[in-house]
Nanobody
Framework: QVQVVESGGGLVQAGGSLRLSCAAS????????MGWFRQAPGKEREFVAA????????SYVDSVKGRFTISRDNAKNTVYLQMNSLKPEDTAVYYC???????????????WGQGTQVTVST
């Protein structure tokens, strides 16, 4: 079992950057694939990015390709989401999730954080 806690959200102007962090508890962090999802008001939770256990395989939703970068540091039990060139449509609560499968669907992830708010102003 693993617990994850997100941090790094906030208010930023369009074009700006933020780096989200997701710290995981336990000694088995490297056993999990990690994903980032987001949910905007009135919308369903959306896949953003995922990374395999070793970081050797990464996937992004098309809308963030070239702007967001997911990475992980297994020695620090942490996964990151670097977000550049932010747009107002990136505004959402961002969630970190851990699972055994490298997947783009929320149902494949077993452990979730509470989320961190990202607001991009015009």
């Amino acid at each position: 079992q693993v617990q994850v806690v997100e941090s790094g959200g906030g208010l930023v102007q369009a074009g700006g950057s933020l780096r989200l962090s997701c710290a995981a508890s336990g000694r088995t962090f490297s056993s999990y694939c990690m994903g980032w999802f987001r949910q905007a008001p009135g919308k369903e939770r959306e896949f953003v990015a995922a990374i395999t256990r070793s970081g050797g395989l990464i996937s992004y939703v098309d809308s963030v390709k070239g702007r967001f970068t997911i990475s992980r540091d297994n020695a620090k039990n942490t996964v990151y989401l670097q977000m550049n060139s932010l747009k107002p449509e990136d505004t959402a609560v961002y969630y970190c999730a851990a699972g055994y499968e490298f997947a783009k669907v929320a149902q494949e992830y077993d452990y979730w954080g509470q989320g961190t708010q990202v607001t991009v102003s015009t």
